[in-house]
């Protein structure tokens, strides 16, 4: 488990992930309050992860990164792609945090944004974390 | 002060009140006195009849031969595991919904893996250790014995115009993928690569094979087949790629919605990861009017 931790932890995701939480929250002000981490040992370049994140307004958000490593069925592969998981009470579906929340995008109804987007486009990256940082200042 | 306690007047708990019936109603049950705190009447009888009980077999999930395979099952809450293979044991505990998780250095297709169980005494119930049971690997099926198609033909019948799979391309791409099982069940549910640290026995696409149920497959060959095309023109972002790649999945579910079908999940559907397949699947059936029914401890789902 610590071999997939530290794999993760240099993967451009989990990097790109936390520069993306350093620039909209600033360094201080998240506590990242569980992490998961869903490789498989040995060679494999799977890195995803997710981890439960409290945020000053908002605690127990889900940050990830999906669908790294090899292609396959249902996995595109390379660097994966970033998602965002919100808690709300209208769902059945449960965070790895064990609380109810659901997919952004399926919160939102934003279904462009179901599967999240993908690491190398810094662009959507940041629209992306936009949409959530327009529904985190209504809170 | 002592105050006398019997069963018209309450004050004991749920778990006693069970074990109290037989007594005569006027009887009193304990004293409680200030200065010596609870005493038992009649010590000479025991106020609670132990029952004895042998620790029900657990029920053990699928697992295949490989390094790092992890015995999965479910028994009583908090029930102690012992399973012996070739002189080796290993030990466990259940968690507080019956659930055990107790992993193999290696599991061989020779393997025979004797399970022993035994749950934890409550108070009311003194369990002995359960009849045991052998349990082997389940096999795992090649995509070729699955009935999956080659990669080729998804390859060919990729489409793609104005940056999307035409209509047609679609419903070909979901034809193909659909393996048509006997029953007139739809299998769905988290799919396990065969790789080192995982259990391929307990993928989606294993289960609905083995149960001979209907399930949608295009194997990783035909999936990259599928990705090759939509990248070579020009959808290369993974999120677009698996829009066009959702297409074609729910595709497969419009069909099998169809014919009347109902769906099982091998896991539970509302702990999937947020952007899965799974998930969107799930959410797709919510939105055609299923229901999720777990009371026979399956995940299935009606309209």
Redesign the interface.
Known sequence: MIEIEEKVRESKGFKVLMAMLDEYFGKNNYQIRQYQFEGYSGDDPNVDFRMIVDLPKLKGVSFGVGGSGNSEMFRVGGTGSIGIAIPTKNTDHILISGEHGDGLAYALNLKKWYFGVGVENTEKVHEYFDIFMNYYNKI | MKTQYNKRKGGYSAELASNILDRSLDQPMFTIDSSKGLQICGESTPLVDIKKLITPIPRIEPFSVGD?IIIEGTTVPYSEILIKNKGIEYKGQADDKGIFKIPLKEVTKEDAFEILVTAPNNGSISYSQSESIKVGPTPVYSEEEMGIKAEGTFSDSTKVESGHLTDDSVDQLSRLAEISGKTTVVTLGS?V?L????DKAQSYDQTGFRAGNTFF????K???AI?KKLNEAGIV???E???E??RINQRFLDNQIRQGKSFEFTTDP??L?????G??EY?YLKEMKYN?DNSNGKWVMNN
């Open positions: 790092g799919f690569p790789k080192v640290g995982s497959s295009m194997g990783s035909g999936w990259n990705v972002d993974p999120d790629v698996n829009d790649m959702w509302k702990t990861d947020e952007r899965s397949f998930k969107m959410d999720l």
